[in-house]
């Protein structure tokens, strides 16, 4: 391997490579700090939350939802209601709501801010030194945030037959009569109810025997109910072997318990997981290690470990490929990038919520059941039903629960989800308390307004409080209530 010379100055302090959430918030940092910063995108400004992910994910299941809420006209005392839209409007809004918050994201904006903005495909060609458009940039530090891409499964006749994936399905226009999405994971499930509410014959299928994995059962079963329940086919246990056309059809044979299964819809969407960016950037010239899942590997620091001044972030880092955690990890490579030498920082990992935006929504922050057992971590369970919550009664949202895992005999919270209507946003709180160490007696402390979905996060802490009252101090204030009658 060759040996690079370092340079004796340098043109730059900094360059990030890539504009997503992570690439964007490092840059914006150094420039804030008056380091000299360049950043670089070969494609689009905002990378794959504003253009495939987030932003475009949710303004499709906003449109769902309303269609959903308006074939529930009767649940409310409305008279019956046809809804009629055509498809490519509802896909056109996407691309409006994505155009409205681009200039959030846009070069414009960078270059106010004080970051210089290069559009090109860059590429490592030492370890102080980037080749962008012919152009040969040095800086002190390089992060790396090219985030990450659709995995595609190496299935026979996938290809030859056409797919789309959550980075292309935002090009459809004519609406597909049926659809079988293929991953039972986040993206998988809640584009499976968008299109579903949509009018889209769905068949999800998945290999694994439940859908998200990641979350405790019970979480898995009433998803899956509410799916089946809206007239979604999912198919659990059924790999997909091979994919081919027959006439107009595309077709996925599928094995279920040894047993030859065939699907047969118009189009198929592959949302089986993602894949690093790490192809074009000349890694591998220069040594820089990749984890077993093709992320880039970095200490606790964010560093790699053969150049400390190169450092990755974001989804083509991980561990957790979410927008939020991009964004966090951001500050931590921009900081040490800039002022490692002097003093660095420890990613911090300790607090990180997340949320599946299906209806109803599943949101976590730190352990569940399943990772306490895995890791042999102790722990209680209070449980919440939404079903005795006055708002959600009123609003006709009483599906789901709060469960909050604590510490053994204390109210120290290891780990939270909510399975609810807006759950993304009742996390918050639990989210908080956990960042500065409040218990559940805290939050029981804590004036909630009536009625609230909020009132269902007091009511669990309440719960918890319930099954620890003091017996001994109960059993001594009623003797002592008994003495005053007397």
């Known amino acids: 391997m060759t040996e690079h010379k370092k340079p004796k100055k340098f043109d730059r302090n900094m360059i990030v490579i890539g504009a997503g959430s992570a690439g964007l918030v490092t840059s914006y940092i150094a420039a804030t700090v008056k380091a000299k910063v360049t950043l670089i995108e070969g494609h689009r400004m905002g990378g794959d939350c504003l253009n495939t992910g987030c932003v475009p994910s949710k303004a499709l299941l906003r449109s769902a939802a309303v269609i959903h809420e308006m074939g529930r006209a009767a649940d409310f005392g409305l008279k019956p209601v046809t809804v009629d839209f055509d498809f490519a409007d509802v896909m056109d809004r996407v691309q409006q709501k994505i155009e409205t918050i681009a200039p959030h ?14 559009t090109g495909y860059a590429k490592l060609i030492s370890p102080w030194e980037v080749e962008v458009n012919g152009q040969i940039l040095s800086a002190r530090s390089i992060v790396i945030a090219t985030g990450a891409r659709p995995a595609l499964p190496p299935i026979p006749g996938l290809a030859n037959t056409g797919f789309v994936t959550s980075d292309t399905v935002w090009d459809l226009r004519a609406k597909p009569k049926s659809i079988a999405i293929m991953g039972g994971g986040p993206i998988g499930c809640e584009l499976s109810q968008a299109f579903s509410r949509l009018g889209v014959e769905v068949m999800q299928i998945e290999m694994l025997p439940r859908l998200l994995m990641r979350e405790d059962e019970e979480v ?25 056309r027959y006439a107009r059809d595309k077709v996925l044979i599928c ?6 299964v065939v699907v047969n819809c118009d189009e198929i969407l592959v949302a089986v997981g993602r894949t690093a960016n790490v192809d074009g950037l000349g890694l591998e010239d220069l040594g820089i290690e990749l984890n077993p899942n093709r992320t880039i590997k970095t200490d606790d620091y964010l560093r790699t470990p053969k150049f400390p001044h190169i450092l990755a972030c974001g989804d083509v880092a991980g561990p957790y490929q979410f927008t939020h955690t991009a964004s966090h990890q951001a500050w931590y490579a921009s900081v040490n990038g800039l002022f490692g030498s002097l003093k660095k920082f420890k990613a911090d990992y300790s607090v990180i919520p997340w949320a599946t935006f299906t209806d109803p929504e599943v949101a976590r922050v730190g352990l569940n059941e399943l990772e306490a057992q895995e890791r042999n971590i102790p722990y209680e369970v209070t449980r919440y039903s939404l079903s005795g919550l006055d708002r959600a009664i009123t609003d006709d949202e009483t599906q789901g629960f709060v469960k909050v895992l604590t510490k053994p005999g204390k109210d120290k919270i290891l780990g939270v989800t909510i399975v609810a209507a807006h759950a993304g946003e009742l996390i918050a709180e639990y989210v908080l308390a956990m960042k500065h160490g409040l218990g559940l007696n ?20 309440g719960e918890w409080r319930k099954n620890h009252k003091p017996e001994w101090l109960l059993r001594w204030v009623e003797r002592y209530h008994h003495w005053r009658r007397h």
């Open 442 to 461: 805290k939050l029981l402390g804590t004036i909630h307004i009536y009625p609230t979905m909020n009132e269902a996060n007091k009511n669990t802490a």
């Open 255 to 260: 094995e279920h318990h040894g047993k030859r």
């Open 220 to 244: 898995s079963a009433l998803v899956l109910q509410q799916f089946r329940e809206q007239g979604i086919r999912v198919m659990l246990e059924h790999k997909v072997v091979g994919v081919d």
């Open 105 to 118: 994201d846009s070069i414009e904006r960078y270059t106010q801010l004080g970051v210089e903005c290069i």
